[in-house]
């Protein structure tokens, strides 16, 4: 990938706590982008074992044009590691090095080290400044814009954490030439997810571009990470707090962290189990009645042909009450997600291609479908 100049900005609109998305290649070497960040002395760089040997000595030497004292810490790599345990690393460091209320902390990583950096600096002196820079595709199109953070509880995903914004995110497009091929088809499917619930004419335009997206053409990554960035930022402008409209944007979630849970942390990757259950999330729509096969069909080939997987795993074997047992242990796994209400599961649908909205459907209706969804 060659550098250019050219910088992509979309700006999400939260009142004061508003802020840019820059996109770009080799931005992380431009130390202009930190010019307008708060007076502090000390920035901390969380990263991970992985990232840090890649990009971490060049993030330093950037920031150290800014701020008198930049810190390094690196987590353990992985989902499994989106614990408490590795929450408290972070402030350890903090503690540690003395870190004042000015601090600003750096997540430079994925959605895993995003989603705690946040965390972190959400309740580090009840709060202090943050800035996201993602190094996955994932990452750069969804988990480091919006100001979810979080850490895993063994009995749910991201069931521990806070919103809170970041300064800013600057999505260095380069980083993304180290990404391993798995990782990179794990970010395609929060892409994937834009289309079917917001705008036909990216969908469609994913449909064209798979090939050059998985080939990590420049251009076709920039647009991809800016439609996804100003589809996310709209949506979170509106209900920054998840109360309606931000839920949609769980499409195959739902069923997704079931298998992350119900496999164990780490086992599928979170893109992974978001596609096989947007998969399923389709066929429950056509099930209800919204949406026609065709419109399933469409959406199951754009995900096979990211490379990520359309069937889902079996969490349980044999046969329970009512169906199988694989599809109650789904179930029981879906009523600790974040939208259920009451004990009651609901779920992000497709009302048509580029509509959803969130809705309860009937258990049976539910263990069908993952009953002829899974392998
Ligand atoms: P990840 O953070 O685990 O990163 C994937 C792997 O790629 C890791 O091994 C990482 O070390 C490595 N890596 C990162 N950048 C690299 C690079 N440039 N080159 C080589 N290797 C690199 O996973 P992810 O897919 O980025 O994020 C998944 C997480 O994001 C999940 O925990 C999910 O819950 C969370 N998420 C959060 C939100 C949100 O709104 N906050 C949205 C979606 C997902
Ligand atoms: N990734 C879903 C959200 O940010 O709301």
């Not at 959400?122 to 979080?150: C, E, H, N, W």
């Not at 995110?169 to 990404?179: E, F, G, K």
């Not at 917001?198 to 090939?211: G, K, L």
Request: with cysteine.
């Amino acid at each position: 990938m060659q550098a250019t100049k050219k910088i992509d900005q979309v700006d999400i609109h939260l009142g004061d706590r508003s802020y840019p998305i820059l996109i770009g290649l080799g931005l992380m070497d431009d130390s202009t982008i930190w010019a307008d960040l708060p007076a502090a002395t000390t920035a901390l760089i969380v990263t991970n074992t992985t990232v840090a040997p890649l990009y971490g000595k060049r993030l330093a030497d950037t920031l150290r044009t800014r701020f008198q004292r930049v810190l390094v810490l690196e987590l353990p790599d992985g989902e499994a590691f989106k614990t408490w345990q590795s929450l408290n690393l972070v402030f350890d460091a903090l503690l540690s090095n003395e870190c004042d209320r000015k601090t600003i902390l750096f997540a430079l990583g994925g959605g895993v080290v995003g989603d705690m950096t946040g965390f972190a600096a959400a309740s580090y002196m009840r709060g202090v400044p943050f800035v996201q820079i993602p190094t996955t595709l994932l990452a750069q199109v969804d988990s480091s814009v919006g100001g979810k953070t979080a850490i895993n509880h063994p009995l749910g995903k991201n069931m521990i954490g806070a919103f809170y914004q970041p300064l800013k995110v600057v999505c260095d497009l380069a980083t993304l030439h180290t990404l391993p091929a798995r990782e990179l088809a794990a970010g395609l499917a929060e892409v994937i997810k834009y289309g079917p619930i917001t705008d036909p004419v990216f969908f469609a335009w994913i449909e064209t571009n798979i090939d050059a997206l998985l080939r990590r053409e420049p251009a076709a990554l920039a647009h991809a990470a800016k439609r996804s960035c100003e589809v996310k930022a709209a949506v979170v402008a509106q209900d920054e707090r998840d109360h309606g409209l931000r839920a949609t944007l769980n499409f195959g979630h739902t069923f997704g962290h079931a298998i992350e849970t119900g496999l164990g942390f780490g086992q599928w990757l979170h893109g992974e189990a978001v596609g096989c259950g947007m998969v399923m999330a389709a066929r429950l729509s056509q099930q209800l009645g919204l949406v026609d096969h065709g419109l399933v069909q469409r959406l199951t080939a754009l995900i096979a042909r990211a490379g990520l997987p359309v069937r889902g795993p079996l969490l349980a074997q044999g046969n329970a009450e009512g169906g199988s047992a694989n599809s109650l242990r789904y179930l029981e796994l879906m009523r600790t997600d974040k939208k259920s209400e009451g004990g009651e599961i609901r779920f992000v649908v497709l009302d048509g291609l580029g509509q959803a909205s969130v809705r309860p459907a009937p258990d049976a209706m539910v263990r069908a479908v993952i009953d002829a969804s899974c392998v």
